[in-house]
């Protein structure tokens, strides 16, 4: 069974300039999760799908983050205009429901604003 | 707030010998669930093991095994017969109605 396919890998940009990154969950998943990880620490949420609904978005700068899971499978991610601050890993995660289901993550996509 | 802290930012073990990984949290709560994750260097994030806060009896999955102290709230690692694969950032998270919140990390070596 495939995992949590995310893409690209790698993504160098200018600051200003927009970016989008794309995942795909596991298939049967419903919940479906976004996380930014900087540099020597731990994941942290940004936003949580349970199907195509947002229902955990509190630490999505909406400024220039926005998101969506249009039909409850893959979702993309965008950041628009990127800033130096954004340079990170963003990960996806999938797992099977809204309850304490275990997650699993994809590989990620490390971003840097030049 | 759910906190988790990993008071040991690196750390090092021979290969085989074992090595355990602190973690400690703070909750109010009295049901939750307790998780270790690896972190290698290709950036996947892979469940290590999982624990229910309701159970007792301590998780094991192979040469993985914790400790924990729920009064303590602490949710300690222990690595057996370490291998040079399990050379990586290790993760613990604290979740709580699939709000999950992470440490900063153990880097942990394995030498030859």
């Known amino acids: 069974e495939a995992g949590v396919v995310q893409s690209p890998r790698y993504k160098i940009i200018e600051k200003k300039q927009p970016v989008a990154f794309w995942c795909n969950p596991i298939?049967?998943?419903?919940?479906l999760y976004w996380y930014r990880q900087n540099l020597g620490q731990g994941p942290e949420l940004l936003i949580r799908?349970?199907?195509?609904?947002?229902?955990?978005d509190s630490q999505l700068p909406k400024d220039r983050f926005s998101a969506e899971r249009l039909k409850g499978v893959d979702s993309t991610l965008k950041i628009q205009p990127a800033e130096l601050g954004d340079s990170a890993v963003y990960l996806c995660?999938?797992?099977?429901?809204?309850?304490?289901?275990?997650?699993?993550f994809g590989p990620g996509t490390r971003l840097t604003v030049l | 707030a759910q906190t988790v802290t990993q008071s040991q930012p690196e750390m090092s073990v021979q290969e085989a010998e074992t090595v355990t990984l602190s973690c400690t949290y703070d909750?109010?709560?009295?049901?939750?669930?307790l998780f270790w994750y690896k972190q290698p260097p290709s950036r996947q994030m892979i469940l290590v093991i999982r624990?229910?806060?309701?159970?007792?009896q301590n998780a094991t999955e192979n040469r993985f095994s914790v400790n924990f102290q729920k009064a303590a709230k602490s949710f300690s690692l222990k690595i057996s017969d370490s291998q040079l694969g399990d050379t990586a950032m290790y993760f613990c998270?604290?979740?709580?109605?699939?709000?999950?919140?992470f440490g900063a990390g153990t880097r942990l070596t394995v030498k030859p």
């Open positions: 998270a604290f979740m709580k109605n699939n709000d999950m919140r």
């Open positions: 995660a999938s797992s099977l429901g809204a309850g304490p289901d275990t997650q699993y």
């Open positions: 624990q229910e806060a309701y159970k007792q």
């Open positions: 909750t109010s709560e009295n049901n939750y669930y």
């Open positions: 799908y349970e199907n195509e609904e947002a229902v955990d």
């Open positions: 298939s049967g998943h419903n919940t």
